[in-house]
């Protein structure tokens, strides 16, 4: 297996077992939530962020829990295998970004801009 093919191995895993269920109380929303109902969206790099600038407190700080995660999971992988942590955040990011569309989900364009597929 190639160096490439254990970060996207192991990038898949993170990012389907780090954050998705991550709720801030039992009153507040969790990440799925907040992507099917527009608030978070995925960006190139793997990590989310808040689809409008003056997101309600609740959003913003489950994408700084969110992004916690995924960055430590990501730090982690990139130690392991001796990678580049922008290398795994990438392969992490396509995997996301393809969830995203699949999902009809906002996604982050390379100039910054939110889309939904």
């Known amino acids: 297996m190639t160096i490439y093919s254990h970060i996207k191995h192991f990038a898949v895993v993170a990012v389907l077992t780090t954050g998705f269920g991550l709720a801030l109380s039992a009153a507040a929303i969790d990440l799925d939530q907040a992507r099917t109902q527009g608030l978070i ?7 989310v962020a ?3 600038p003056s997101s309600a407190a609740d959003v913003r700080a489950l ?4 992004n916690a995660a995924r960055l430590a999971e990501y730090k982690s992988i990139a130690q392991k295998n001796g990678t580049p942590l922008e290398a795994v955040q ?4 396509e995997k996301q970004i393809q969830r995203a569309k699949e999902n009809k989900w906002y996604v ?3 100039s910054g801009r939110w889309l939904k597929p």
């Open 63 to 66: 994408v700084d829990t969110i």
């Open 90 to 93: 990438t392969v992490a990011g």
């Open 41 to 47: 969206g995925e960006r190139a790099d793997g990590l």
């Open 50 to 52: 808040a689809v409008a």
């Open 108 to 110: 982050m364009d390379a």
